[in-house]
């Protein structure tokens, strides 16, 4: 169930993160069982939070909560089998037939939030699982129909949670570590067994997608028989602690791993062997009906992806509008506004060299704006946070498949920092007017100051996360950045911010443009690098992860928009009592939520605001 780096955002993914077995389809329509509430709500939403880290485990560790009383999770992996999604399948159905015997009345705003969280995280999760592949994120981003691909499975997943989140302090880590790892072979497994059965009612990948996967996993594959990062991140921290750690996960290893991972990589080629190229759900078996539910999983609305398609295009002309006389003003005059903005990313001026000293210069110029925009966050919020956070490269075993950055917040406890992991396998898919507002979106205020806050409330909103909620707020920041004055005097940076906006616009067109109107991955990739203005190296693995993600890129212009509405309506609501700070705290304090929750949240932060 993992799909994690050291970020809190990364975490909610591993979270029920995994496919129904085909044993399991229509599992979500079935009468749930009566279930009589506790007389605590917020004890309910408490054990909840614990029976979904029981099963993914990865995500206590990624938290920092994985002591005390639940220190045997540290030596625990997620169980990716059929039957380890018939045991979320099972703790969904009760927990939501819990919640629902709860009469909300008498209990305070926070606490119905939640339990309005939990109904609509559970519920949406259920009907994912009521379909016969794939894998559901239980408040997550990350649902995709292809158990193993290019940026899905535990290939990826589990040599990164390990070096990266799972904690070597002593002797008991690094037992913990070893015991991860001799269960990584059975997680591999598990999810083979999904993965062939999904093959074999032809709910195949594209075979452009799996050409991808199949040349990472020999990366992970040689990597293990060599005894390569897997081993050497644990031998690298237990230089101080005496031991033979480095025999014995070499053991394990080039061992069983390496023969777990020899199986799945057959079955990819097998399944290469009968893949076509149709880059869309439409063409995999109820492939429409898998869309609409990613499509609102992601969006949390119940949009259809030709209203989603529309709207991007309309979204993306009035942003284009804007970007028009900046150009204009810094000479570019001919051609469009993808073109003109093509003629400024070719710009030698603000590339960098594609070699380790352009790598630091990049990291470097992402460090420098979040400390520029540290000094702004009192403009924009009463409620502060600390920001804890740490800029690094993504594992170059999986920059082939992965996205421009991600990130998000660390543990609880503030012991594992926040990060922004970079790809920068190549340094073309990053610009200088491009990197500053993907630092605010990724970094501070977005991701990473955005999961501090969920940090502060009970446990079940930490887990619960919302792609809507997630990306638009990471947008909105992007936002903000501009509002701030961050780009002041800097034209070609307020550029990159609106092409940044724009871009996102753009993958409402091209996701449903895929998934819903049978766009070929060639079309989609020229649509998008012509109409935007971005080069083909970033757009070419975003059409490939709208592929491989369905609805998810739709969430985030989604997203930004609501909030952006909502703010529209309480500065209309409020007149001169509307302060910035209030609104975005209200924003940010009450936690990731659907968008319609959201509204909710707006409307009790008006009702609250004193008029002058």
Not at 69 to 85: I, M
Not at 250 to 274: H, N, Y
Not at 321 to 334: A, F
Not at 510 to 527: I, M, N, P, S, Y
Request: glycine letters at 10%; aromatic letters at 6%.
């Amino acid at each position: 169930m993992t799909s994690i780096s050291l970020t809190r955002r990364k975490a909610l993914s591993l979270i029920g993160t995994g496919s129904a077995a085909l044993a399991l389809h229509g599992c979500a329509g079935a009468r749930l069982a009566a279930a009589p509430p506790p007389a605590d709500a917020a004890a309910l939403l408490d054990t909840l939070a614990w029976d979904l880290l029981r099963l993914s485990p990865e995500g206590a560790t990624s938290l920092g909560i994985d002591t005390g009383a639940h220190a045997d999770l540290r030596s625990l992996l997620g169980d990716r089998s059929p039957s380890g999604q018939s045991a979320i399948v099972a703790l969904l159905r009760k927990g939501l037939a819990q919640v629902q015997g709860i009469d909300p009345s008498a209990l305070d705003h926070a606490t119905r939030t939640s339990l309005a969280v939990v109904k609509s995280a559970f519920g949406v999760a259920l009907d994912g699982f009521a379909l016969p592949y794939g894998d559901v994120a239980v408040g997550g981003w990350r649902n995709t129909p292809y158990v193993v691909i290019q940026n899905v499975g535990a290939y990826l997943d589990t040599p990164r949670f390990l070096d990266g989140d799972h904690p070597v302090r002593d002797a008991a880590d690094a037992e913990a570590y070893l015991a991860r790892l001799a269960a990584m072979p059975s997680q591999l497994d598990g999810e083979l067994e999904r993965l062939a059965s999904a093959g074999r009612i032809g709910a195949i990948a594209p075979s452009f997608l799996l050409d991808k996967a199949i040349r990472q996993m020999e990366h992970t594959l040689a990597d293990a028989r060599a005894g390569g990062d897997i081993v050497q991140s644990l031998v690298r921290r237990t230089a101080t602690i005496p031991g033979e750690w480095e025999r014995r996960a070499k053991s394990i290893a080039t061992g069983p791993v390496a023969a777990a991972l020899e199986r799945q990589l057959a079955e990819l080629k097998a399944q290469r062997a009968r893949a076509s190229d149709a880059a869309g759900l439409w063409a995999r078996p109820r492939g429409d009906e898998w869309y609409a539910w990613g499509l609102r999983a992601s969006t949390t609305t119940r949009h259809t992806p030709d209203e989603v398609h529309r709207m991007g295009l309309e979204q993306l002309a009035e942003l284009q509008g804007r970007m028009d006389p900046i150009l204009r003003g810094l000479g570019y005059t001919s051609g469009t506004v993808g073109e003109r903005m093509t003629a400024l990313g070719n710009d030698p001026r603000f590339a960098f060299s594609n070699d380790d000293k352009g790598r630091a210069e990049i990291i470097a110029l992402m460090q420098d704006k979040i400390a520029a925009m540290r000094t702004k966050l009192p403009q924009a919020f009463h409620t502060l946070v600390k920001g804890n956070l740490e800029i690094r490269r993504l594992p170059p075993a999986e920059e082939a498949g992965a996205p421009g950055a991600y990130g998000g917040a660390g543990s609880i406890d503030g012991t594992i920092p926040g990060k922004i992991w970079l790809n920068l396998g190549d340094t073309g898919r990053h610009s200088r007017f491009s990197l500053p507002t993907l630092a605010f979106h990724e970094g501070i205020p977005g991701h990473v100051w955005q999961g501090e806050y969920a940090n502060r409330l009970p446990l079940i909103r930490t887990l619960l996360a919302f792609n809507a909620y997630s990306e638009g707020w990471a947008l909105y920041s992007e936002t903000l950045g501009d509002e701030l004055g961050i780009y002041a005097d800097d034209p070609v940076g307020q550029l990159g911010y609106l092409q940044s906006i724009a871009f996102r616009a753009c993958r409402m067109v091209v996701d449903t443009g895929l998934h819903a109107k049978r766009w070929t991955r060639e079309q989609a990739v020229q649509w998008f690098a012509t109409t935007n203005g971005s080069s083909l190296a970033d757009v070419a693995p975003e059409v490939d992860r709208y592929c491989s993600w369905p609805g998810q890129a739709c969430g985030y212009k989604m997203g930004h928009g609501e909030i952006l509405a909502q703010r529209t309506r309480a500065q209309k609501a409020l007149g001169s009592a509307y302060d910035l700070r209030d609104f975005n705290d209200a924003v940010i304090t009450g936690g990731n939520v659907p968008l319609d929750v959201l509204a909710i949240n707006v409307d009790r932060y008006i009702a609250a605001t004193p008029r002058g």
